[in-house]
T-cell receptor, first 110, second 113 residues
Framework: RKEVEQDPGPFNVPEGATVAFNCTYS??????FFWYRQDCRKEPKLLMS???SGNEDGRFTAQLNRASQYISLLIRDSKLSDSATYLC???????????FGTGTKLQVIP | DAGVIQSPRHEVTEMGQEVTLRCKPI?????LFWYRQTMMRGLELLIY????????DSGMPEDRFSAKMPNASFSTLKIQPSEPRDSAVYFC???????????FGPGTRLTVT
């Protein structure tokens, strides 16, 4: 079983739609969680950290469920510019070493 | 700040040749990571350093791969000899402190023919 698993997609959604991605992690000792965004042929960049209480940044909401060991990302009012691959990240029981999921591809269509 | 700098951006080489990838982390960052990304396997951690010391190299595929960090502002990843299956994008990332955001360089796209 992979340490971090994501649905690869692609998710094709119309502009303005709400889309949700889920991610599961296998290491119960993981403490830090993140969502990164990667544009085509570019490097990954941090989208947001995921906190136990859940957190929101504009149109983006991240949730953590420790009991079920999954992380979610909700994007409201999708924009064309949201088209990218979203990578779920969990640490490997130590804060510095993290494992990336293989990513979920989102395509927002006009 | 210039961000994480990697060179070369593209490398095409023949099987059996030595390849050296270079990385300059963000000044003041004490952690440096080398990753490899392929379509099949996604982003994989190869090795990471803390204060120039290798901490975990369990992701290094085999002895053909080696990495060094002679000082706080420079690291290399070397493949000798290279094989076609090494073709991938290699990213370097740096981090300040104990936890938080890793800043990635633009990557080196390696093609081994």
């Amino acid at each position: 079983r992979k340490e971090v698993e994501q649905d690869p997609g692609p998710f094709n959604v119309p502009e303005g739609a709400t889309v949700a991605f889920n991610c599961t992690y296998s290491n119960s000792a993981s403490q830090s969680f993140f969502w990164y965004r990667q544009d085509c042929r570019k490097e990954p960049k941090l989208l947001m950290s995921v906190y136990s209480s859940g957190n929101e940044d504009g149109r983006f909401t991240a949730q953590l469920n420790r009991a079920s060991q999954y992380i979610s990302l909700l994007i409201r009012d999708s924009k064309l510019s949201d088209s990218a691959t979203y990578l779920c990240v969990a640490d490997s029981g130590g804060y510095q070493k993290v494992t990336f999921g293989t990513g979920t591809k989102l395509q927002v269509i006009p | 700040d210039a961000g994480v700098i990697q060179s070369p951006r593209h490398e095409v080489t023949e099987m059996g040749q030595e390849v050296t990838l270079r990385c300059k982390p963000i000044s003041g960052h004490d952690y440096l990571f080398w990753y490899r990304q392929t379509m099949m396997r996604g982003l994989e951690l190869l090795i990471y350093f803390n204060n120039n010391v290798p901490i975990d190299d369990s992701g290094m595929p085999e002895d053909r791969f080696s990495a060094k960090m002679p000082n706080a502002s420079f690291s290399t990843l070397k493949i000798q000899p290279s094989e076609p299956r090494d073709s991938a994008v290699y990213f370097c990332a740096s981090l300040a402190g104990v936890a938080g955001e890793q800043y990635f360089g633009p990557g080196t796209r390696l093609t081994v023919t």
